[in-house]
T-cell receptor, first 124, second 112 residues
Framework: QVQLVQSGAEVKKPGASVKVSCKVYGSSLTQFSMNWVRQVPGKGLEWMGSFDPEDRETTYAQKFKGRVILTEDTPADTAYMELSSLTSEDTAVYYC????FGSGSYFPGWFDRWGQGTLVTVSS | DILMTQSPDSLAVSLGERATINCKSSQNIFYSSNNKNYLAWYQQKPGQPPKLLIY???TRQSGVPDRFSGSGSGTDFTLTISSLQAEDVAVYFC????????FGPGTKVEIK
């Protein structure tokens, strides 16, 4: 059974960066296109971007371009999301999630497996 | 980006009764070449990540009870819980994947 296990909660100051990890258990990271979705507490869901293992290309939501970097350590089966220039509006739960289309699609499809979420709090 | 709206914001339904949630997209998300609607539904319980219920607007994810069903086409979609159970109390989101994924704001389902 495939599981996505994320790193623990973070507290950051405005202007700092945060890097969240997502480790895949029960399969290889290369089997999935890993996506990142965030959720401001009590609010809706927001797609941030995806990493395609076939060509190692990233696709980012326009809102986050220039501030987010998605990377992967394939031998460690671990994906990473780094978000910079944090403000209080970035306080949210960040999820890694796999693309139901598998890999190779420019736009992701549905999201079938989810990590447990990582709360990032931005506060001075 | 395609805007997704949902109605109602919340609803209270008696156990065993039907719950109906509506979702509307700002653009047509039906692709005639493959006859598919690019829409998914999720259930989220407090403190948990979303759980995929339905994709292609009406295909149930493996393991999802058959009291959950999806319907609709084009821009208007519906998630129906045919007989509400206590464990169905949650927030439900729709999501389009025709283009850059976007989600609806969610509908909270409670027991009356």
């Amino acid at each position: 059974q495939v599981q996505l296990v994320q790193s623990g909660a973070e507290v950051k100051k405005p202007g700092a960066s945060v890097k969240v990890s997502c480790k895949v258990y029960g399969s290889s990271l290369t089997q999935f296109s890993m996506n990142w979705v965030r959720q401001v507490p009590g609010k809706g869901l927001e797609w941030m971007g995806s990493f395609d293992p076939e060509d190692r290309e990233t696709t980012y939501a326009q809102k986050f371009k220039g501030r987010v970097i998605l990377t992967e350590d394939t031998p460690a089966d671990t994906a990473y999301m780094e978000l910079s220039s944090l403000t209080s509006e970035d306080t949210a739960v960040y999820y890694c999630t796999t693309d139901g289309f598998g890999s190779g699609s420019y736009f992701p499809g549905w999201f079938d497996r989810w990590g447990q979420g990582t709360l990032v709090t931005v506060s001075s | 980006d395609i805007l997704m709206t949902q109605s109602p914001d919340s609803l209270a339904v008696s156990l065993g009764e039907r719950a109906t949630i509506n979702c509307k997209s700002s653009q047509n998300i039906f692709y005639s070449s493959n006859n598919k609607n690019y829409l998914a539904w999720y259930q989220q319980k407090p403190g948990q990540p979303p759980k995929l219920l339905i994709y292609w607007a009406s295909t149930r994810q493996s393991g999802v009870p058959d009291r959950f069903s999806g319907s609709g086409s084009g821009t208007d979609f519906t998630l129906t819980i045919s007989s509400l159970q206590a464990e169905d109390v949650a927030v439900y989101f729709c999501q389009q994947y025709w283009r850059t994924p976007t989600f609806g704001p969610g509908t909270k389902v409670e027991i009356k």
